[in-house]
């Protein structure tokens, strides 16, 4: 079954950048989608982006769009989430998640990275 590892928070100033990686091990379908979600205590999981493994568009939430990318290296089975212009309200718990079409809800995947950190204070 599908397993996917995550890692690359951390600690970052304001305005600051950060990447994070996660790994898709296995998967057993052909075609699947790679989405980004982020989670503060108290506060709904939020939608971040996510596109197909095959495909180069990629759809991103309101507040991160223009400042997170999203890219991957199929050769090494790896998304990436790359974060600039970081503000305080990024701080959260984000996941990467694997689902057999593409959805903006947490609902939609069916698999869960473990999550990482990600602290964006002075």
């Known amino acids: 079954q599908v397993q996917l590892l995550q890692s690359g928070g951390g600690l970052v100033q304001p305005g600051g950048s950060l990447r994070l990686s996660c790994v898709v091990a296995?998967?057993?379908?052909?075609?699947?989608?790679l989405g980004w979600f982020r989670q503060a205590p108290g506060s709904e999981r939020e939608f971040v982006g996510t596109?197909?493994?095959?495909?180069?568009?990629?759809y991103y939430g309101h507040a991160v769009k223009g400042r997170f990318t999203i890219s991957r290296d199929s050769a090494k089975n790896t998304a990436y989430l790359q974060m600039n212009s970081l503000k305080p309200e990024d701080t959260a718990v984000y996941y990467c998640?694997?689902?057999?079409?593409?959805?903006?809800?947490?609902?939609?995947?069916?698999?869960w990275g473990q999550g990482t950190q990600v602290t964006v204070s002075s």
């Open positions: 998640a694997h689902s057999s079409f593409l959805a903006t809800t947490a609902s939609g995947y069916d698999t």
């Open positions: 296995d998967s057993p379908l052909s075609h699947y989608a």
């Open positions: 596109r197909w493994w095959t495909d180069e568009t990629v």
